[in-house]
């Protein structure tokens, strides 16, 4: 017994080994990830829902600035005041909005008052959405601003409360998606191609003229990168923390649910990897599992934003389940009750791929 | 008549392996076809034949690395279609495409590949054996093909086996390194390993081997000493059309290039 532990040991030490001192994998499992959370987590995609609006003064009377001031403090508006021609040329670029034009002579009046004149409002055709929410925006700052001159109350027709909430922005959603797609790229791609490298150049077939059983190197293997894996789950957690994220749950879950991901995918990299005669073989099928699911399983955005068909299809990928059991205990602490279906589904797809690993499995 | 005696090691010394009628198909091709031989301990044995003769799936199948369709094999005194780890325990391999982990050094591939035969391995002395003393630190990939094929037989000989099974170990090397790699199986013969090897070069076979098996279409066709073989053949009326040269090409090889591994 203590024998064959010590043979395992060595070949663990000797895998992990190998795994960290491969600049690609290195590469792939840590970089990549942190590279994409730098990305989108310094541009901050989420919090950019500031529509950009652009005032040209033509006008230039007391009314006519306060208006562009009050557009100004406007939450919600990014207020740009350069003049016409340049405003025309980045709303057709679809850098603005809409281009809220104050003619000569403007005053502050309502419609049908003596020198009243309209103001006029460019939006751009391509972007319908974006130009009416900046129009309904303007029209009702206009409105409220002529109600104030005109005496009436200041207030707003529409009294606001304010719920208190937890202010979850996009490095909070995106960071347990992260998460997710390098267990799932560990487990599928180091596996796939390390190993039927091994296979390849007739390194495996020099393991089996030793008297250690192969089934030795398999499990060193499998374990070695489990181990991996949560510790790449701890470094890209702790930037994702450093990053502003908001950890509810508990870490040990948070670890618990890599290390069963990390069965499933690398179960099917084995699966991959068992069936591949090389490379060439291998890294089709291991893209065709991984790329669908990197778009599809809500790792960047969410899947309310899909056509309700492939929201239900997308339901049962083992990566969907994996972001969703992540994301609900990093966002929102949840328990086993809330993360009881995904770890169902999880341990589901597990059984598959294993039962398809083993089927597939060739050892030359 | 020239009265040839065989050597007192081959009727003497116990035969360290014997195979009996193996055999193995792949499908309609009967790659090995009852092939039966014994080699004593301490002898440097030759199998020689073209490719597809059947030379490798011989070798593996008495390696326990190829399941045996028929017949029998055994190394030092263990049926290898019984107890395949146990022979493989006992022997060294070098394979003819041998690859090992790019990750690691070669002192640390020695030490575990010693660590799968539960043996501490010496790792130094095995690097020294073999000359490759400062590659200790090196990766495979970075050596040559000559030291690729030195370090193979050092990582074969990490269980000190009783035998050596080297498939094809001078296959595309430069005459300087065959030469050398020459030396350094010479060199396990006098220390007493048992060897195993096969070669496309039959003057490789001439200048090693104690003995040799010809083998053709999965059978073996001749085996005996490589003089045996000569003389038998002399003794059918065989003579060459050219007269014997003093000197080979490759003699000149030698002579101009100098017997320097080309290789650092």
């Not at chain 1, 040991?9 to 690609?24: C, E, G």
């Not at chain 1, 995609?45 to 406007?74: C, H, K, P, R």
């Not at chain 1, 057709?92 to 103001?119: H, I």
Request: a negative charge.
């Amino acid at each position: 017994m203590r024998h064959r532990f010590e043979i395992f040991w060595h070949l663990f030490v000797a895998s992990a080994k190998m795994f960290i001192r491969d600049r690609s994998a290195v590469f792939f499992s840590l970089l990549i990830p942190l590279l994409i959370m730098l990305i989108f987590g310094v541009l901050n995609f989420g919090a950019a829902a500031q529509l950009n609006i652009a005032a040209v003064d033509q006008a230039s009377t007391t009314s006519s600035a306060a208006l562009v001031a009050t557009l100004e403090q406007t939450p919600g508006i990014d207020l740009s005041q350069q003049g016409l021609d340049e405003e025309m040329s980045l709303l057709e670029n679809g850098d603005r909005a809409l281009v809220l034009v104050l003619p000569p002579g403007w005053e502050l009046l309502p419609p049908g008052a003596d020198g009243y004149q309209p103001l006029t409002a460019y939006l751009n055709q391509a972007q319908p959405q974006a130009g009416q929410t900046a129009l309904l925006l303007v029209n009702a700052v206009v409105a409220q601003s002529l109600i104030a001159a005109g005496g009436g109350s200041p207030e707003p027709l529409i009294a606001v409360q304010e719920v208190e909430g937890q202010n979850l922005g996009y490095i909070d959603f995106l960071v347990p998606g992260i998460l997710g797609l390098t267990i799932m790229q560990l487990g599928l791609f180091s596996v796939a191609f390390g190993f039927v490298q091994l296979k390849r150049t007739g390194t495996l077939r020099r393991l089996f003229a030793t008297p250690t059983s192969p089934g030795y190197f398999l499990s060193a293997q499998v374990s070695s990168r489990l181990i991996i894996t949560l510790a790449q789950t701890l470094i890209l957690l702790g930037v994702g923390l450093w990053f502003g994220v908001q950890l509810v749950g508990s870490v040990v879950v948070v670890l618990a649910l890599a290390l069963l991901g990390a069965i499933v995918f690398l179960a099917m990299g084995f699966g991959i990897a068992g069936w591949a005669k090389n490379e060439n073989q291998a890294a089709p099928v291991a893209n065709l599992i991984s790329l669908p699911m990197m778009f599809l399983a809500g790792t960047f955005f969410p899947r309310d934003a899909m056509p309700d068909f492939l929201q239900t299809v997308t339901t049962y990928l083992p990566l969907t389940y994996l972001n969703d059991a992540l994301r609900a205990v990093i966002n929102d602490g949840a328990g086993l009750d809330v993360i009881g279906t995904d770890i169902l589904g999880l341990a589901v797809w597990a059984v598959i791929s294993f039962v398809v690993a083993t089927r597939l499995f060739r050892w030359e | 008549m020239a009265v040839r005696y065989h050597r007192p090691l081959m009727t003497v010394a116990a035969p360290i392996i014997v195979a009996r009628d193996l055999r193995k198909s792949y499908g309609e091709l009967r790659a090995v076809d009852g092939v039966s031989f014994e080699v004593a301990e301490g002898e440097v044995f030759g199998i020689l034949g073209p490719n597809g003769a059947g030379k490798t799936t011989t070798l593996e199948m008495i390696e326990g690395m190829r399941p045996i369709d028929g017949g029998t094999a055994t190394v030092d005194g263990i049926d290898v279609g019984s107890d395949p780890q146990g022979v493989k325990a006992r022997i060294g391999i070098q394979l003819q495409a041998s690859a090992f982990f790019d990750e690691l050094n070669l002192t640390e591939l020695l030490v575990l590949f010693g660590h799968l035969y539960h043996v501490k391995a010496e790792a130094a002395t095995l690097l020294a054996e073999v000359e490759l003393t400062d590659k200790a630190r090196s990766q495979v990939r970075t050596l040559s093909g000559g030291q690729k094929q030195r370090f193979s037989i050092a990582a074969a000989l990490v269980n000190d086996p009783r035998v050596l099974f080297l498939d094809e170990p001078t296959t595309g090397l430069d005459p300087q390194a065959r030469r050398h790699m020459w030396g350094l199986i010479a060199g396990l013969r006098e220390r007493g390993h048992t060897v195993v090897l096969t070669t496309h070069y039959m003057e490789e076979a001439e200048t090693l081997c104690d003995r040799v098996a010809i083998m053709d279409g999965g059978k073996i066709i001749g085996i005996d000493t490589p003089g045996g073989l000569i003389d038998a053949l002399v003794g059918r009326g065989f003579r060459r059309e050219r007269e014997e040269r003093l000197a080979s090409l490759e003699d000149v090889f030698i002579d101009l290039t100098g017997h320097e591994l080309r290789e650092d």
